[in-house]
């Protein structure tokens, strides 16, 4: 019985149900930073303008070259650093997936 009656407030607050959760996907998008985001949060300062020898965001050719080396590699030296660029390239939360997505990003 008493169930039968969560069933039916439960429908009845239905709208109210997702009127509530849509007012929440601001937040979960908050938590949850996008390539871009994360590019200008972080990999912008050098790639942006070719800063310290940085191959320059869009810049083709010379990311051609870097490419070549593999995805699994290219993420390895952001996480370890590599030359002039500190590790992680700045990014504190970048998972390896993230990393990938803003090469990606970059190399395009
Ligand atoms: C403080 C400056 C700086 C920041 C910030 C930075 N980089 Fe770099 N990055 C460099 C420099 C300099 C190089 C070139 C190093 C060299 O080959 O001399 C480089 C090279 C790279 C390479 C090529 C590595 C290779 O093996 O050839 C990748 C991939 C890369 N960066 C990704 C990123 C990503 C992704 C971010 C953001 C999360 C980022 N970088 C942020 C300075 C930076």
């Known amino acids: 019985m008493s169930r039968n ?6 429908k009845k607050n239905r709208r109210v149900l997702l009127a509530a ?3 929440m ?14 590019y200008n949060q972080s990999c ?3 790639h942006g303008a070719a800063v310290l020898g ?9 990311w051609s070259a870097r490419m070549k080396k ?5 993420v390895k030296n952001v996480r370890n650093g590599y030359k002039n ?3 992680g390239g700045l990014c504190t939360t970048c998972s390896d997936a993230d990393l990938a ?8």
Not at 57 to 62: E, L, N, P, Q, S
Not at 101 to 108: G, Q, R, S, V, Y
Request: proline share 8%; net charge neutral.
């Open 5 to 10: 009656i969560l069933a039916v407030s439960i």
């Open 21 to 23: 959760l849509l007012a």
């Open 25 to 38: 996907l601001p937040t979960i998008n908050i938590a949850y930073a996008g390539t871009t985001e994360l």
């Open 44 to 46: 912008v300062t050098c």
């Open 54 to 62: 940085a191959p320059k965001t869009g810049d083709k050719a010379a």
């Open 70 to 74: 593999g995805m699994p590699t290219l």
């Open 85 to 87: 660029m500190p590790a």
């Open 101 to 108: 997505n803003l090469i990606e990003l970059m190399a395009k």
